[in-house]
């Protein structure tokens, strides 16, 4: 995967969780037309985002990092953020880690402690660089 695929996936991966915190969000026992249709868009534009990734050529890393995402409640921080630091995550190839770390950043927005702890993660790769193709 090149370097610019590889930002288009991340930028569309963000963008599907916010339009799946947006959908939960709006959603409720009764709900308006007018929120119900504006559910229907984001639900559309949601999958289109995901099959577009899941069936195309670069299925395998949308999968890992769309993994990485739902499993991260389950991760050991700590271990982890070790294993990172020293440039191999439990064989994780550098896109893998990458995903894991933008994984660790989405649900940081949430929690202060964890967006302590995934910059510090990220201050401590800072020298291992994504690789352009040439």
Do not use: C
């Amino acid at each position: 995967m090149d370097h610019n695929d590889e930002e288009m996936m991340r930028e569309d991966f963000a963008r599907v969780v916010r339009l799946e915190e947006q959908i939960a969000d709006r959603s409720g026992p009764e709900v308006s037309e007018d929120v119900e249709f504006s559910l229907d868009v984001l639900g559309g534009e949601h999958a289109r985002i995901r099959k577009s990734w899941a069936s195309g050529p670069h299925a395998e890393h949308w999968g890992h990092l769309e993994g990485a995402y739902a499993a991260w409640d389950w991760l050991d921080l700590t271990e982890l953020n070790a294993d990172l630091r020293h440039g191999q995550a439990r064989g994780l190839t550098e896109i893998q880690q990458r995903n894991v770390l933008q994984a660790g950043e989405l649900h940081a927005r949430r929690d202060p402690q964890l967006r302590k702890q995934i910059a510090q993660a990220i201050r401590d790769r800072a020298p291992r660089r994504i690789e352009r193709s040439r």
